[in-house]
């Protein structure tokens, strides 16, 4: 789900006066409406030097309202090596090695790709300091749980890149592009079963159900059917911003049922929301569909 709203928010900035601030407190709490790490019996089977490809292409359609529509397509590819483990955890380095945006929007477009150099100079592509750079996190064998070394978050400034707070919040999020790559299903669960987890804060609430489809050879397939709601109010440079978002998500789920590893995931989204911002009232809706494959 996260380049759908990555480029729906990028697309915000664009259409509202003083956007900057709400654009990275937007870009934050779209982080949140990622799958949450499940509760499970079992545990992800790994060994040390193992390499993971993750390829990623997505597609959007979305209306901002006053007359704002857009389309957009979206590709990347992340490679994962499992650097150690202990008794409960691997350790992993995570790299984004390519990054390919298409998009339209009122009948301007615009497009970056990580292979052309040419395109590293580019507004996008100076906003994004993670390419091609390592990073390592720890990921929990039983629950699927990432944790990420802490970094201080980025200041703006006015006469900084409006982009860069963005790519950079979405880079925090890195811990979903690992744990996704995982799936555990509960112990004793058969064909035709179904369980869910749910969840909640002071901002944001979420639900998932999940039904186990099929088990062919070894491989699962599992239905995922999730929402997630956001409602934050906060203050910005003296701004009173006010943002709610629904979005609520089919995902099918091909797993490995022995070791927990991923082979496919195919999203479809629907988003809708709002940000109040100085008297002004600007919806978002948009769907999505995503693609994610994993090559062990």
């Known amino acids: 789900m996260l380049y759908v709203y ?3 928010l990028q697309n915000i900035f664009k259409s509202i006066k003083h956007m900057k601030a709400a654009l990275f407190l937007l870009a934050s ?3 949140t409406f990622s ?5 499970n019996d079992g545990k992800v089977v790994l060994t040390k030097g193992q390499k993971i490809i993750i390829k990623t292409s997505s597609t959007q359609d979305a209306d901002m309202g006053m007359g704002m529509e857009m389309k957009n397509f979206s590709s990347s590819q992340n490679n994962l090596v499992v650097l150690d483990a202990d008794d409960t ?3 992993i380095s995570n790299t984004l090695t ?3 945006i298409s ?11 990580s292979d052309k150099k040419e395109d590293s100079a580019s507004e996008i592509g100076k906003s994004i300091p993670n390419l091609n750079i390592p ?3 720890t990921m929990n064998k039983y629950s699927r749980a990432v944790y990420a070394r802490k970094k201080a978050e980025p200041v703006s400034t006015e006469d900084s890149n409006p982009l860069e707070n963005m790519f950079e919040a979405f880079n925090n999020n890195k811990e979903t592009t690992v744990s996704e790559a995982f799936f555990l299903i509960p112990k004793g669960k058969k064909v035709g079963d179904k369980w869910s987890d749910s969840s909640s804060t002071k901002d944001t609430r979420s639900y998932q159900e999940y039904v ?4 062919d050879n070894g491989i699962a397939t599992i239905l995922e059917n999730s929402k997630i709601e956001n409602n934050t109010q906060t203050e910005i440079q003296g701004m009173q911003v006010t943002v709610s978002m629904s979005a609520k998500s089919t995902i099918e789920i091909k797993v490995d049922s022995k070791t927990g590893l991923v082979n496919k995931r195919e999203t479809k989204t629907d988003l809708a929301g709002n940000l109040e911002m100085m008297g002004q009232s600007v919806p978002v809706t948009g769907k999505g569909t995503m693609t994610t494959t994993y090559e062990h």
């Open 29 to 31: 709490i779209a982080c």
């Open 135 to 137: 990073d390592t996190v």
């Open 98 to 100: 390519g990054l390919k």
């Open 89 to 91: 955890s691997y350790s």
């Open 35 to 39: 799958t949450l790490a499940q509760k």
């Open 212 to 215: 186990l489809q099929s088990i």
């Open 6 to 8: 990555q480029l729906f």
């Open 103 to 113: 998009m339209d929007m009122m009948g301007q477009a615009t497009s970056y790709d």
